[in-house]
Each structure stands twice: as C-alpha cells, then as structure tokens.
C-alpha cells in the first residue's frame, strides 16, 4: 500500500482518527466513571479484571494506530474546539426554539397553560445556546487549522480546513 488517493487517505485518516478518539473517550470515563447531569447519569459498570483487559486492548489499539499512522505517512489533523461548540450549541438552539409549547403542537394537542407557565424559559435556554454559539463561533483569532498535507486555507466566515 506504497500510494493511496488523496481521498483513500482522508477516509483512512477519518477512520483512525474515531476509533482514536473513542478509545481516548473510553480511557477518560475509565478515569472518571460516572457524569452526572439534571437530566443525565452515565456511570461505566466493570469489573476490574474487565477493566485491566479493556485497559490492555486501549494501550494496544492506541500503539498501533500510531505506528499505522507514522507507516502511512499521517499526522495529526488540528480542529477548533471553538468551532466544534459553537456548532453544537447551534444545534441546540434549534432543538430548544422547537420545544416551545407554541411548538410542540406537532406532537398532539397543547395545554394552553402550557405556553404560559414555560414559554418564557425555553425562550431563555434556546437564546443562552445561541449567544453560547455566537461566543464560541465569533473568536476571529481562532488559528488556521492545517490537514497533514501541510495546506490549509481559511473559509469565508473565518473558519479553517484544509
């Protein structure tokens, strides 16, 4: 496998890349077990001997995506976590402006009091996830980002890719 396409090598790369994050998000809950929210709880359930084996696999897969890597010629690609928020707040704001009593009409009939006992607040919660997008999206001196071909250009609303 001397030469991939340039698109062999993205889709590689992206493959990599989320069996690595997931491995990276699997060690940090091993670290910390349980997150909890209003409306959330995860809690990882092992064993410890499940947990030196999964612990071995990580390590392992890590190692050798990293030596797949360095043979294939890949090197990190850099995001923005700035742009990353941002558009996950985006789409929270979305959800949240749909959830408003005047709304939800789509899902059967609505209690009028509805509306008036909580349209204010998810107003509130859907306007607090569009400004938190505005702020994490308005950082112009966000750093270019660059691919592992070294090229990187900036997009029109100040983004970059490569």
Known sequence: ??????????????????????????????????ETGALYRYHLYLTPEREAE???MLR????????????????PHEESVNRLLAARFSQCWTELV???????KGYGEVDPHL??????????????ALQ???????DSSAPT????????TRNSDGGAHA
């Open 145 to 152: 980002i660059s691919g592992d071909n070294g090229r990187a």
């Open 54 to 56: 999964v612990r071995q």
């Open 98 to 104: 749909d959830t408003h009593p005047q709304r939800l």
């Open 1 to 34: 496998m001397n030469r991939i396409h340039f698109a062999q090598r993205n889709f590689i790369h992206a493959s990599l890349q989320s069996f690595e994050e997931t491995l990276a998000q699997a060690e940090d809950w091993l670290a910390h077990r349980t």
């Open 132 to 138: 938190l997008s505005r702020l994490f999206g308005a």
């Open 60 to 75: 392992t897969a890590r190692a050798e995506i990293a030596t797949l890597s360095a043979r294939l010629g890949l090197s």
């Open 115 to 128: 509306a008036e006992t909580f349209g204010a607040a998810f107003e509130h919660l859907a306007t607090l």
